[in-house]
């Protein structure tokens, strides 16, 4: 199955809201939904949940949104994760997925390095290696999946150094060269203002706005000079305003709201979909912007030299992203040309996510550990990079406590060890194992 160059006009969605377990009835109630949005890896093909079957049978839309794939990273796509996707689309009868320009891992065969686990989605440098590498995995898995793919703009708190492309320059690229369509995030480009200097007018300026598949609203928060894209707060007026910025370029065939945490009640998120419908009310385009079919990639482009093959290119972006990862989450020093302090900001965002996610795959362990919970986590977490996902993190952060025979209280550790063995199938390691361990992770840190 190829779908490069993926041409046509972009289906017709409307307006929709993300769907998750935590609202799906207030998003089954609520009024003038055209489609929603579910997170890839939380649905399974074999078992979807009663509330999206109930959604379908009404006509809505369901789209699968990846967010582990992992398309800006130097690695090519996993297969398994390709194939994961292709199922989630089928089943859900969806007119196309989408995921992120962004590297999620690093480390591994190409560095002769520890895997790195980032547990949140990282920027791609805006370089011609980064480019020439996310055309190459973009094409791999147009060709992987049934249905068209749709990438979409990150939120970034830190900025590479020597990027040689604006984001808008970038994305243009990346369309003229492979034909994938865009999911644009006007409250990711509003993030991108704050803290990297970005202006987003310029933005929707220089991307191909009619490659655009739909566009994402979403809140956030503003800390200390730093715009943080949390998902659990209102729609500001600023992200308002980009939206109606990119209103006055195209009319995007579907506009989502999402929030994925502190969820509000149903009367308020119909009052933010409403917002939105009225800012889409705006004034329209005021000149024809393209074509509305997204452009052919060049020959030279698909399979000429400067593309073909990638391995250098994958080679030097794997040396970057696996020394900034390291960074981030291994305490290793800051690559050269970094802002060190916006990387500790970004280090403490990734150690406060990996805690609050952990709490939700595991919630047996803030109840075990109480008020104590999240500083404990945030202890191992600076030195213990995850490894496999949020479940087994899980693990090995009760593995670390046991350990350190913590906690002190013996009702709670006797507590805390019945809740690992329960899980790992095992008793905890004895003192000579994890005296053995601790040698071993020391050898393999040099």
């Not at 809201?17 to 935590?22: A, L, N, S, T, V």
């Not at 480390?107 to 547990?119: D, V």
């Not at 644009?184 to 993030?191: F, K, Y």
């Not at 009052?271 to 393209?290: D, K």
Request: hydrophobic share 45%.
């Amino acid at each position: 199955m190829s779908h490069a160059p993926q041409l046509g006009n972009p289906a017709e969605l409307g307006i929709g809201i993300g769907w998750r377990p935590e609202i799906a009835a207030a998003v089954e109630a609520l009024p003038g939904i055209d489609w929603v949005e579910a997170v890839a890896e939380n649905v399974c093909a074999d078992h979807l949940p009663d509330s999206l079957l109930r959604l379908r049978a009404r006509g809505v839309t369901v789209v699968p949104h990846g967010v582990s794939l992992g398309l800006g990273g130097a690695e090519r796509p996993d297969a398994r994760r390709l194939a994961d996707l292709a199922e989630r689309a089928e089943a859900l009868g969806s007119p196309l997925i989408t995921e992120h320009i962004a590297f999620v891992r690093a480390g591994g065969p190409l560095t002769a390095s520890p895997a790195l686990q980032a547990g949140h989605l990282l920027p791609v440098p805006r370089t011609k290696d980064a480019l020439r590498v996310l055309c190459e995995n973009v094409r791999i898995a147009q060709d992987s999946l049934p249905v068209p793919l749709a990438v979409e703009n990150i939120a970034a708190l830190i900025n590479w150094p020597d990027e040689e492309m604006t984001e808008g320059q970038f994305l243009a690229e990346l369309v003229d060269r492979t034909g994938v369509r865009l999911l644009i995030d006007v409250a990711n480009l509003h993030t991108n203002h704050v803290n990297r200097g970005e202006d987003p007018a310029k933005a929707l300026d220089e991307l191909p706005v009619e490659a655009i598949a739909y566009v994402h609203v979403a809140g956030g928060m503003e800390r200390d000079g730093v715009w943080h894209d949390t998902h659990a707060h209102p729609v500001t007026a600023p992200v308002l305003d980009v939206l109606a910025e990119l209103r006055s370029r195209v009319s995007p065939p579907g506009v989502l709201l999402e929030r994925d945490d502190n969820f509000p009640p149903p009367a308020k998120l119909a009052a933010e979909l409403t917002t939105i419908r009225e800012t889409l009310r705006g004034p329209g385009p005021t000149a024809v912007r393209g074509t509305g079919v997204a452009p052919t990639p060049r020959p030279s482009e698909r399979a000429g030299p400067e593309e073909q093959p990638t391995d250098r290119a994958r080679e030097r972006l794997a040396l970057a992203q696996v020394a900034l990862l390291s960074a981030l989450v291994a305490g290793t020093p800051a690559p050269e040309g970094f802002d060190s302090r916006r990387l500790g900001v970004q280090s403490r965002a990734l150690a406060g996510k990996r805690a609050e996610v952990v709490a939700k795959v595991a919630p047996e362990l803030p109840e075990i550990l109480g008020g104590g919970y999240r500083a404990a986590f945030l202890a191992y977490a600076k030195s213990r990079p995850m490894r496999a996902g949020y479940r087994r993190d899980a693990l090995d952060f009760a593995e670390h406590l046991l350990f350190a025979d913590l906690p002190e209280d013996a009702a709670a550790r006797r507590e805390l060890t019945r809740w690992w063995r329960d899980r790992a199938g095992a008793r905890p390691p004895g003192r000579a194992t994890r005296i053995a361990r601790v040698a071993r992770s020391v050898l393999v840190g040099r």
